[in-house]
């Protein structure tokens, strides 16, 4: 059972009642990511949310880290490019316990000098660790690429020449003006009782000193809505594989057509039943990584291809995703294959939501992107109501190669690559 409420400084409350679980999960959410940053700040979001792990006026980074740890829960944080969550996961009677700790860290949190130090070095070796892993970096190279001098491109982790430059007072000024009660979202999933938890936050959250808080609204986004850019970029790197990444314009993630969308991508590469899958690796073998996806933000999205292969089948593989795009554009598709889709959709949504953390995120995001809860049933009946025309038209729209931006990674220095979109 779902229930919502607004503490009194204007902060959002919102749980989902799950009376047969044993487990619940916490999340403080803020409507702010690496999205809201100009480019001298890229990755301050991410870097403020590893250092509110690091001390509190009451607790040390260790004792933090050990309170959680003795009562087997978990306790984490991620950034992405419009939002930032810090939560827990406990069994029910530890729920008091997972409340005080999101609390204290979100509030009073100290940002010791040192800890910077520590951390800094330590956000360093992440974005290493990116570089080198390739079929994580394309994408990263793709965003740069396809939103060109726009923060939607920018990687969530910043670049090394920014995370260099912060200082504390950078950490202090960008939190008081983007943390601000109207931007923050506690959701809570699993056996728990929402009164109570209203309770609970109320007296800490609810009652948070506001001086903190001490920005303007204003959420817009330094850059607006970003152009985007085609064409084909090449990334030099000596890999023994290359790694693409070929995207498009998609739909915002409240727009009428997503659930066509979401069935679109399905049928192009959304599972081991695929087209790309079936025909790209398991009928020609030229690939062992292929899969379609789709990003969507409030105002924008784009749909992609990644695929792994050789230098040398790289126009070739190229040529034979496009050509998939064609087929589905031009009306190749039965409607026993948009069934499938349909149904893998509604089942692996179902089966995605069998866990309290992934109610817990299910219903924040409700909150972010439509105000409103969502249930499985709605989500299922536009799934299910997505026609065969709908797909082949929408695909129609999506699926030009004039407006297509091609990413390739890898050994590339001495290759003649000729890619036509």
């Not at 003006?177 to 609810?206: C, M, N, W």
């Amino acid at each position: 059972m779902f229930a919502k409420s607004v503490l009194e400084n204007g902060i959002r409350v919102l749980s989902e009642e799950i009376p047969g679980s044993r487990s619940v999960s916490l999340g403080i959410w803020v409507e702010n990511g690496s999205r809201h940053e100009v480019a001298s700040k890229n990755g301050i979001s991410h870097f403020i949310e590893h250092l509110l792990f690091k001390g509190t006026e009451r607790r040390s980074a260790a004792r933090i880290a050990e309170e959680m740890d003795s009562v087997g829960g978990v306790l984490n944080a991620f950034t992405g490019k419009e939002y930032t969550c810090y939560y827990a996961k406990v069994l029910d009677e530890n729920l008091p316990l997972a409340v005080d700790l999101l609390t204290d860290i979100f509030l009073h949190s100290i940002f010791d000098p040192e800890e910077i130090e520590r951390e800094r070095t330590v956000i360093l070796q992440e974005i290493s660790q990116v570089e080198d892993t390739p079929d994580d970096y394309v994408h990263e190279l793709f965003n740069l690429d396809f939103f060109r001098d726009h923060a939607l491109g920018r990687p969530i982790c910043g670049q090394a020449a920014t995370v260099l430059s912060f200082q504390r007072d950078d950490f202090i000024n960008f939190w008081n003006d983007r943390y601000l009660p109207s931007r923050v979202i506690v959701a809570a999933a699993g056996h728990l009782r929402h009164q109570e938890l209203v309770k609970q936050l109320g007296e800490t959250l609810g009652k948070a000193d506001i001086a903190r808080f001490k920005g303007e609204d204003n959420d817009a986004a330094p850059d607006g809505r970003p152009s985007r850019q085609s064409g084909v970029f090449k990334h030099h790197k000596p890999l023994e594989q290359a790694h693409l990444c070929l995207g498009m314009d998609g739909v915002p993630q409240a727009h009428p057509q997503r659930y066509a969308v979401y069935v679109l991508n399905a049928i192009l590469g959304g599972g081991m039943s695929s087209r790309l899958f079936q025909e790209i690796r398991e009928k020609r073998g030229k690939v062992y990584s292929i899969y379609s996806f789709q990003s969507a933000y409030h105002d924008i999205g784009y749909l992609g291809v990644y695929a792994g292969t050789s230098v040398e089948w790289v126009a070739e593989v190229t040529e034979l995703i496009v050509k998939e795009m064609r087929r589905i554009a031009d009306g190749d598709l039965k409607e026993d294959e948009v069934e499938r889709a349909r149904n893998q959709l509604v089942g692996s949504l179902s089966l995605g939501l069998e866990t309290s953390d992934a109610w817990m995120g299910h219903i924040a995001k409700n909150e972010i992107y439509f105000a409103r809860p969502v249930s499985l049933d709605e989500i299922a009946r536009g799934i299910r109501a997505v026609s065969r025309a709908e797909v082949v038209e929408l695909a129609n729209a999506l699926f030009q190669p004039r407006s297509m931006a091609l990413t390739i990674l890898g050994d590339l220095e001495k290759k003649d690559l000729d890619i036509r979109l």
